[in-house]
C-alpha cells in the first residue's frame, strides 16, 4: 500500500513540471507571432548530389540524402521561410558547375528586382579557393538590391576562407562547439560562427521471416555548409518578426548576441537572444528562462546541501551510539518519558517516538511501544507513514513491529491499512503456489 501522504497534489505537481519544461524548450513565442508585412524568401544555391555513395553501394534501402537536401532542411527548420527556392548547380559528375552557380545568381538577382518589396535571405554552402570576376559583380548586386548573402568559409581548417564567403557584404560563416573553433573551419574574414553538426535517423520497416523488422541508421554530418543555413534559417526568423531591419543592423544583432568563441572576437550565434533583440515575445521567452534556470539551480544547491546534512547530522549519533550504547539508549528513553509526560502530542514528537523503535535494544523499544500505545489512535497515520520506509536492518524487524503495534491499537484507519497490506500480499503470492504450502 502506498502511504496515503504520497497520493497528494502528485499529478497537480507534474503537470505543473511538465508545463514548465514544454515552456522553456518549445519556444512558444512562435505561436503569437503576427505575420504581416512582406514575403520572406529563402534561396539555396546548392549541390543536389549524393552524399551516400559508399552506404548506397552496400545497402540501397534507405532514403538517399544529398547536400542540398540537408541544407534545405536545416534552414527550414530554423527560419520556416514563406518562399524556399533551390538551384541545383551541379554537372553530370556531380562537381559544381560554373556556369549553374553563375546562372543561380543571376535568377536571384533578377527574383530582387522583379519584387523589391520581399526580404530576401541566399545559402551559399559551397565555395571555391579563388574569386571570378562575374561571381563578385553578381554578388555585389544582389547585395545592392537588399538581399542578404550568408556563405560557408570552408572545411580545411585554413587561415583564408572561401570565395563567395569573403566578398564584401557577404555573411561568413565558421563552424564552432562548446565556444571552441571546430579544426575543419576556415577562420580568416569569418563575421559569425554556428554550431556545424547535423544529424538525422533513417528509419525503414521491411518485412523478415518472424514478421517486421526496423531497420535503422543514424548520420552524423560536419562542416560550414551547415552551420551556415542555421545562420541563413536565424536570419529569415529575424526578419519574419521585423521585416523593416536592415541588413547591416541584422549582423550587428547577431554579433552583439552571440556566445563567446575562444581567441576569436567573433562569437557563435545565440538564437534567443537574437530573436529576444528583435521581439519583445521572445524577450519574454528569455527573460522566463532565465528566472526558471535560476529558480532550478537554487533547488539543485539547495537539495544538495539537504542531503549533506541528512548525510552529516546524524554521524554524531551514530557515533554517540556505537561508543556510549548505554548512554545513548538512556538519553532516548528519558526523551520519550518527557514527551509523554508533557502530554502535548506533536507529530513531532510522534514521530521521534516511532523512530526509537529498535528491537535491537529492549528497554528503549519496550518504552517506545508502550508510549504509542497510550498515544493511541493519534499515531496510527504516522506509523503507517513509517511503514514503508524502515524494514529489517542491525536494528530488527522493524516493519513487523509496526504492524503489530497499528493492529494492536486498531481503528477504522488501521483496519483500512490491514486489509490493503493482506491485499497486497495476496496478489503477491498468486504466481506461487508455494505461498499456499
Partial sequence: MKPFHKRKYRRLLTFVFLAAVCFVLI?????????TGPKVAAFVIDSASSMMK????????????????VVRAILRRNGQPDKLHFYNVDD????????????????????????PDDRVVINISLGSSSPKRRESELIKEIVNRGGIVVAAAGNDGLEDSSYPAVLDGVICVGASSGAVRKNYSNYGDVDIFADGSYEITQRLVLPS?????THARTVNLN????????????????????????????????????????????????????LAAVSEKYAVLRRARQVFFLI???????????????IVIPVPEFLFRVVFPSRWEAVKIRRIDKIMGSDSGHSREIKYIINCLFPAYARLFERANGALLKIDRPAVKYLIRA??????????????????????????EAEEFIRSERECQDEMCEPDASCYE
Fill in 223 to 274: 562542416g560550414t555548409s551547415f552551420a551556415a543555413p542555421k545562420v541563413s534559417g536565424l536570419i529569415v526568423k529575424m526578419l519574419r518578426l521585423d521585416p523593416s531591419l536592415e541588413n547591416r543592423r541584422i549582423l550587428g544583432i547577431l554579433q552583439n548576441t552571440s556566445d563567446n568563441v575562444l581567441d576569436f572576437e567573433q562569437g557563435s550565434v545565440n538564437r534567443l537572444n537574437a
Fill in 92 to 115: 553530370a559528375r556531380g562537381n559544381v558547375d560554373s556556369e549553374s552557380y553563375l546562372h543561380a545568381l543571376t535568377l536571384v538577382s533578377s527574383y530582387l528586382r522583379d519584387k
Fill in 27 to 35: 519556444d512558444p513565442a512562435q505561436f503569437l507571432e503576427n505575420r
Fill in 387 to 412: 511503514y514503508p520506509y524502515k524494514p529489517s536492518n542491525e536494528f530488527g524487524d522493524f516493519q513487523t513491529c509496526i504492524y503489530e503495534l497499528i493492529e494492536k491499537i486498531g481503528g477504522e
Fill in 209 to 213: 521471416d518472424t514478421g517486421m523488422e
Fill in 296 to 310: 532550478f539551480e537554487a533547488l539543485c544547491i539547495i537539495a544538495l546541501f539537504g542531503v549533506g546534512l541528512l
Fill in 54 to 69: 559508399e552506404e548506397r553501394n552496400i545497402l540501397q534501402l534507405f532514403e538517399d540524402l544529398t547536400h542540398g537536401q
